[in-house]
């Protein structure tokens, strides 16, 4: 049920990864098939790009991919169940899909408010619900790691948009990273009964469209640079992996050290 931690091997698991059309979620994915996993993508974007350089670098590997929104609970149980009927079980999951509003709490509406929440809190809970009842459970094994930021832990993360103003991500993402931290916890509590672990990862400032135009004062942190997709999907891969196998419940930073203790 729980066995030792051993090495980063993923051969013949099988795994999803939301958000994965680009980013941080195609660097996982690419990821997680080097090492031997086929990987459902999800994403509301087409994957057609990630999908091909993976069958192509990796013939071995297998990919799905589902043009859904995570967002609604049907078209994520119906991407799991697919997945599971495809390949027979299911070993991974990388809540990553993500989106991020920087208004300010004067500017913030309702609507800005809702999506980041539902995308990044409500979707999670879909998709962990649906891979741990009754896939993880019955096999008695899982590995889910949750994409958070650092902005759930420090209260937002202080960026400018290139020849404009500072601020920083909004109250809503950071509630909602926060929340994801707090939802990563209460799984693990719940699940490793069932010999499924849950861990997050807390991104500090990273190369994608989610940071385009932005300018980050990397300058102040030990790694003094931004992090690229590859710098989390290879802490992804140790969460994945039996590298992790005593280590659950834990918001990991990868962050080139921007927030410490
Ligand atoms: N880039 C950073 O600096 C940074 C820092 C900390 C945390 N993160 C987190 O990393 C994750 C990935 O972000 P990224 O930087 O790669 O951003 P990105 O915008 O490049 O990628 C996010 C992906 O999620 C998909 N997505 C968004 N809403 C969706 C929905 N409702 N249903 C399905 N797919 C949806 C998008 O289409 C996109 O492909 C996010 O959770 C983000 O909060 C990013």
Redesign the pocket.
Known sequence: MWPLSSHEDLKGKVAIV??????????CAYALARRGANVAI????PADDIRGKIETDFPEVQTLGYE????NKGQVVQAVQATAEQWGHIDILV??????SRLSLEAMTEEDWDRDI???LK?SFFFTQAVVFPYMKEQGYGKIIN?????GMIGG?VSSVQGGDSGRSGPA?AAS?GGVNAFTKWVAKEVGKYGIYCNAI??????????RNMN?PVDNQPIQR??E?ED?AEAVVYLASPASNYVSGQVLKVCGGLAIG
């Open positions: 939301t958000g994965a059309s680009r980013g941080i979620g195609a660097a999800v994403d509301l974007l859904i929104d995570i967002r809540n990553n899909a993500g989106t991020c539902s995308t990044n979707g994409i958070s930021s650092i902005s993360v993402y990273k807390a991104p500090g400032s990273v190369v994608t469209e989610l940071t980050y931004m992090g997709p989390i």
